[in-house]
């Protein structure tokens, strides 16, 4: 009886997510996620990110995002968001509401135990939930959860969409996406030849076809950029080339980093100006994070003078603290900010509350609707991030690893104050207890 009460229960689901889209009614957001490739929160100006410089110290240029920081000034900025410490698994955790070790994600997509590709009909996607309530849904950029056949795939011209079958299973109707061996080179630096401007151009295309339509979109751009290789862009077209710097897999030279920031915020800056231009910006939730933290060999100088060192792929909060911008003008307070802990797998039920859906069972996520808008909403009490077979679970004060190290992480980013086991105080005793209740929950043997 309960299994047939199950089976009837998918068949409902799986016939609302593959039915006719819902007939809009009222006004419901566009949203636009904006998500950057190996971006640290640090490496923002609004997050006080004033230089960067190489482990010894040389200095690579000034943090230049003024486009970031006005999008900043016109809404919410997001303390305490995290993702995971690698790109996959923060892609696949944002589109499901689910933390990625439970949509087959440990890692990158077909690396060390993950699944080649994102099973959308397991774990429908934010982008066919929002389908199914009318929404046009569209995403450009590094696709990264998976494909057809393993083969590289890359758009040939801002004019046309890709034709990739899985991010059409994932409810995307329209796409511009590249993926495979076209990751380690984004082209010559010049316009309508390198792959971030042909993305953008695409991008600002979608948008331009939006005006005057009665659907609401759902536009889901993931910028290739500022991930390596650290080559030339179209603002320093006479840059050191690659073979310059070899450290590990890196190729390039890390001069061109700060050129890649500044590009990546003249584009978000385009995005802005082009939902002014068309009159639909103050009905339009424009979200901007990174996916994972900045990468190895960058170091960034804040404005008080202290420094940050990379992150990504690291268990430390700078391998999944990342920078998270919400603006919607007259619904979300500008210039503020909020303190509280986020995650990853919360921007689904977000957007979907938003947008007057329901929010499944299921999900890990918890809805930020309410804090998006100054009211106090349900705020968590802790994160949990996971990156292959290491993960930890982190409340205001205290981080717990799965391997029992504790830490106090009232002064990270800049340290994290391992309490070694059977010492510290009631406070620490206590945190441990409580966090490890909450792994035991996560990641039950049962």
């Not at 009222?26 to 997050?47: H, Q, R, S, V, W």
């Not at 949990?384 to 205290?398: E, I, M, P, Q, T």
């Not at 010492?423 to 945190?431: F, L, T, V």
């Amino acid at each position: 009886m309960i299994m047939k009460r199950a089976f009837l229960i998918l068949l409902a689901t799986c016939a609302s997510l593959n039915a006719a889209p819902r007939q809009v009614t009222g006004t419901k957001p566009n949203i636009i996620f904006i998500l950057a490739d190996d971006l640290g929160a640090e490496a923002l100006g609004c997050y006080d990110g004033a230089k960067f410089t190489t482990q010894k110290g040389e200095l690579l240029g000034a943090v230049k995002t003024p486009n970031l920081d006005a999008l900043a000034k016109s809404g919410v900025l997001f303390e305490h968001m995290f993702a995971t410490p690698v790109c996959s698994p923060s892609r696949a955790q944002f589109l499901t509401g689910k933390y990625n070790f439970r949509v087959g994600f440990p890692d990158i997509a077909g690396r060390k135990g993950a699944v080649r590709s994102l099973d959308a009909q397991a774990h429908p996607t934010l982008a066919a939930r929002l389908k199914a309530e009318g929404y046009v849904t569209a995403v450009a950029g590094k696709w990264h959860l998976g494909n057809a056949g393993g083969e590289a795939f890359v758009p040939k011209s801002a004019d046309k969409d890709t034709d990739c079958p899985h991010p059409r299973e994932c409810g995307f109707d329209r796409q511009c996406v590249f993926g495979g061996g076209h990751l380690e080179d984004y082209g010559k630096p010049l316009k309508g030849l390198y792959t971030p401007d042909l993305l953008q151009a695409w991008t600002l295309r979608f948008i331009d076809s939006r005006k005057g339509k009665a659907e609401p979109f759902f536009l889901y751009y993931a910028s290739p950029i500022p991930h390596f290789p650290y080559l030339q862009t179209p603002l320093n077209p006479d840059g050191p080339g690659r073979g310059m710097d070899k450290i590990g897999k890196m190729y390039g030279n890390m001069k061109n980093f700060p050129y890649l920031m500044e590009y990546l915020d003249q584009q978000v800056g385009e995005i802005l100006a082009k939902l002014t231009e068309l009159g639909l910006r103050d009905n339009t939730l424009v979200i901007f994070a990174g996916d994972n933290g900045t990468p190895p060999w960058l170091v960034t100088e804040m404005r008080d003078g202290r420094k940050i060192k990379f992150g990504k792929a690291t268990l430390l909060d700078t391998g999944s603290w990342v920078p998270f911008i919400a603006s919607w003008p007259g619904k979300i307070a500008g210039g503020s900010t909020y303190g509280g802990l986020a995650d990853f797998s919360d921007i689904m039920p977000t957007c979907l509350e938003l947008a007057g859906a329901s929010v499944p069972a299921g999900l890990d996520g918890v809805s930020f609707a309410a804090q998006l808008q100054g009211k106090a909403g349900k705020p968590r009490e802790w994160v949990h991030s996971l990156y292959a077979d290491k993960y930890f679970v982190r409340d205001a004060g205290w981080k717990l690893r799965e391997n029992g190290d504790l830490y106090d992480v009232t002064g990270a980013p800049y340290v994290e104050k391992l309490v070694p086991t059977g010492q510290g105080n009631d406070e620490s005793k206590a945190a441990r207890r409580r966090l490890q209740a909450v792994l035991d929950r996560l990641h039950s043997k049962k």
